[in-house]
């Protein structure tokens, strides 16, 4: 339950003052009926909200898959550049739906998005980092050598990479798996093994799977399924 003046807020609706006078003059209806008390207790998970007629979801929980394209930041904000958040309607970054974890701006594929910062943040915490794979083109031919050396484990210039699956798809095409997510990981693994990566891509994060339909640059909500799976990835209750 909650303030209706803050829900609207919350929603993106208008300001306090904005919303106040809109459901004063009849402006906002709840279950079809229209009320006047902006102060009046609601059960946002339950009503069925309409502002100026049109119906408005008034959720506050959102959990989103996003096949993100080359060229747009990872972040929930950013003063000069396009982010990831450009591509959702403006109520997610409104209810504070947020990145969880980051890909760099030239890294398509597979993103999360959540309201939820707990599950954000044991999704990434280090003692529960869940796995990423990634697919990567690189400018050098891929053999058993590389396959070794990421199993071993790869010392970079600041951290000691833990050992990773790469597995050879094509001469210059490895799918990696990896257990942490690290500032330019794979990248900085490959360069470690003398290739430079050309694309990168993720394709999974956690039990989720990019969803094969969805175009890039497109996005949907999680299924039931997805979620209960992410949820158990992070040793979390629903
Ligand atoms: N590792 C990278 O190097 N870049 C990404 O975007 C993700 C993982």
């Given at each position: 339950m909650l303030r209706l003046d803050r829900w609207l807020v919350t929603l993106g609706i208008g300001s306090r003052s904005e919303v106040q006078k809109l459901v004063k003059k009849g402006g906002v209806k709840l279950d079809g009926m229209p009320v006047k008390d902006p102060e009046m207790q609601v059960d946002e998970k339950s009503a069925m909200l309409t502002v100026n007629g049109a119906a408005v979801d008034g959720r506050l929980t959102r959990h989103v898959m996003l096949h993100k394209p080359a060229g747009?930041?990872?972040?929930?904000?950013?003063k000069k550049q396009p982010t990831?958040?450009?591509?959702?309607?403006?109520v997610y970054s409104a209810i504070g739906c947020m990145p969880v974890g980051r890909l760099d701006k030239d890294t398509t594929g597979l993103l999360f998005l959540t309201t939820d910062g707990e599950l954000n943040h044991r999704l990434l915490s280090p003692g529960r980092h869940v796995d990423k794979t990634y697919l990567a083109e690189v400018d050098g031919v891929l053999d058993a050598s590389h396959v070794a050396a990421f199993a071993e484990g790869l010392h970079l210039s600041d951290f000691d990479a833990q050992p990773a699956h790469l597995e050879i798809v094509a001469p210059h095409i490895g799918r990696v798996t990896v257990h942490e997510g690290k500032f330019h990981q794979i990248k900085r693994m490959f360069s470690a093994v003398g290739c430079e990566v050309t694309k990168l891509h993720r394709e999974t994060f956690g039990s989720l799977v990019l969803d094969p339909d969805l175009p890039e640059g497109e996005w949907r909500e999680l299924t039931g399924d997805e979620l209960a799976s992410l949820y158990s990835d992070a040793q979390m209750e629903r």
């Open positions: 747009l930041l990872t972040a929930a904000r950013d990831v958040m450009d591509l959702l309607p403006a």
